[in-house]
């Protein structure tokens, strides 16, 4: 079965750090793009940014909301990707989803809550 | 950037009704548009990918329609499991973008 698994959110004050995980089973990871979505409480969802396939070389990109603060990364070898997400802001309070593909979704992980507060 | 509009942001309807949900894009963007369904506490889940084409396992009652900026998601018998939340999503250009949503609920 072709599923992603998101996992590492929590708690955590503004300022901090936090590095989420997206495991992946059932598909050779580094032939996909992955894609990073969140949703806050209540609200529409929100493109957070990708990491391409191998093939494209890896390369990432970001909405303005999080660039320079989140980085995506990849370990093919251990099918996971990685959000990392560095001066965390109350308004970064969201359930962090990840995906397989960079144009269009599926599937998608449950999602993970990071809630950023004091 | 790419704006996506989603009109209504809900409506309410009978089980058995004919449901149209529009999405304008804010600049012409071929047939690069999705659209996902969202069931409260769950993941969102694609029904279609560029514009018409139906994902695998989808009822046939959904279908998409449109090209270039003005795109159109219709169920043609809504279902009981068909009451969530719908997104349409441009895959047009960095950064990607969604519709702000559209509730459909039980008349």
């Known amino acids: 079965e072709v599923q992603v698994v998101e996992s590492g959110g929590g708690l955590i004050q503004p300022g901090r750090s936090l590095r989420l995980s997206c495991t992946a089973s059932?598909?050779?990871?580094?032939?996909?793009?992955v894609t990073w979505v969140r949703q806050a409480p209540g609200m529409g969802l929100e493109w957070v940014g990708y990491?391409?396939?191998?093939?494209?070389?890896?390369?990432?990109d970001y909405a303005a909301s999080v660039k320079g603060r989140f980085s995506i990364s990849r370990d093919d070898s251990k099918t996971i990707v990685y959000l990392q997400m560095n001066s965390l802001k109350t308004e970064d309070t969201a359930v962090y989803f990840c995906?397989?593909?960079?144009?269009?979704?599926?599937?998608w992980g449950h999602g993970t809550l990071v809630t950023v507060s004091s | 950037d790419i704006q996506m509009t989603q009109s209504p942001s809900s409506l309410s309807a009978s089980v058995g009704d004919r449901v149209t949900i529009t999405c304008r894009a804010s600049?012409?963007?071929?047939?690069?548009l999705n659209w996902y369904q969202q069931k409260p506490g769950k993941a969102p889940k694609v029904l279609i990918y560029?514009?018409?084409n139906l994902q695998s396992g989808v009822p046939s009652r959904f279908s998409g329609s449109g090209s270039g900026a003005d795109f159109t998601l219709t169920i043609s018998s809504l279902q009981p499991e068909d009451f969530a939340t719908y997104y349409c999503?441009?895959?047009?250009?960095?950064?990607?973008?969604f519709g702000g949503g559209t509730k459909v609920e039980i008349k």
């Open positions: 059932g598909f050779t990871l580094d032939e996909y793009a």
């Open positions: 560029d514009a018409s």
């Open positions: 995906a397989r593909g960079g144009g269009w979704f599926d599937p």
């Open positions: 600049q012409r963007i071929a047939s690069y």
């Open positions: 990491i391409r396939g191998k093939t494209f070389g890896g390369t990432t």
């Open positions: 999503q441009q895959s047009y250009s960095t950064p990607l973008s």
